[in-house]
T-cell receptor
Framework: AQSVAQPEDQVNVAEGNPLTVKCTYS??????LFWYVQYPNRGLQFLLK??????LVKGSYGFEAEFNKSQTSFHLKKPSALVSDSALYFC???????????FGAGTTVTVRA | GAVVSQHPSRVICKSGTSVKIECRSL??????MFWYRQFPKQSLMLMAT?????????EQGVEKDKFLINHASLTLSTLTVTSAHPEDSSFYIC??????????FGPGTRLTVT
């Protein structure tokens, strides 16, 4: 079974500081990994995905994620956080054989001015 | 492109009644649509997968007679919560995908059962 874990319920950073949201995965075979962001009472917005290729994936709104096979991690990063980045972030994994997504528990990011 | 809409965005219904939620892919024909449920400050849980013209596949623990899913066309799927109870109150999110692409998510529907 495919699964992801987000070890932090909350991440708090000051505006302008680097932001990291952690995710580890457990899969059989090659992982298909995703990051989504959710604003209050909204659906999910796609940020980026890793299927294959370069370990550093660049996505929307200045976010990037690094795939680390040895540590089975896929941490989301942003060099300089904005107050508007405050939201709920989900890591997800997809079974390569179908398109079902399994989501992590989510991490609430708060960026203070 | 790749916009998915949901209607209504919010609905309040009385216990024992049924409520229908629509999910539409506005600018593409969706091969598959998915329905998720999300409790406050929690993750999304997949309820069912539906393909146009065929019966939905429900995840373990989801009552198919309570959560009726119809995927009548390549751009529309509906979720009907039958005989709703307060514990069915939740945020319901749909997603849609076309062959070769990932899921695009709708904005969600907040259901409150009183």
């Amino acid at each position: 079974a495919q699964s992801v874990a987000q070890p932090e319920d909350q991440v708090n950073v000051a505006e302008g500081n680097p932001l990291t949201v952690k995710c580890t995965y457990s899969v059989s075979g090659n992982p298909y990994l995703f990051w989504y962001v959710q604003y209050p009472n909204r659906g999910l917005q796609f940020l980026l995905k890793y299927i294959t290729g370069d370990n550093l994936v660049k996505g929307s709104y200045g976010f990037e994620a690094e795939f680390n096979k040895s540590q089975t991690s896929f941490h989301l990063k942003k060099p300089s956080a904005l107050v508007s980045d405050s939201a709920l972030y989900f890591c997800a994994v997809r079974d390569p054989n179908d398109y079902k997504l399994s989501f992590g528990a989510g991490t609430t990011v708060t960026v203070r001015a | 492109g790749a916009v998915v809409s949901q209607h209504p965005s919010r609905v309040i219904c009385k216990s024992g009644t049924s409520v229908k939620i629509e999910c539409r892919s506005l600018d593409f024909q969706a091969t598959t649509m998915f329905w998720y449920r999300q409790f406050p400050k929690q993750s999304l849980m997949l309820m069912a997968t539906s393909n146009e013209g065929s019966k939905a596949t429900y995840e373990q623990g989801v009552e198919k007679d309570k959560f009726l899913i119809n995927h009548a066309s390549l751009t529309l799927s509906t979720l009907t919560v039958t005989s709703a109870h307060p514990e069915d109150s939740s945020f319901y999110i749909c997603s849609a995908r076309v062959e070769g692409y990932e899921q695009y998510f709708g904005p969600g529907t907040r259901l409150t059962v009183t």
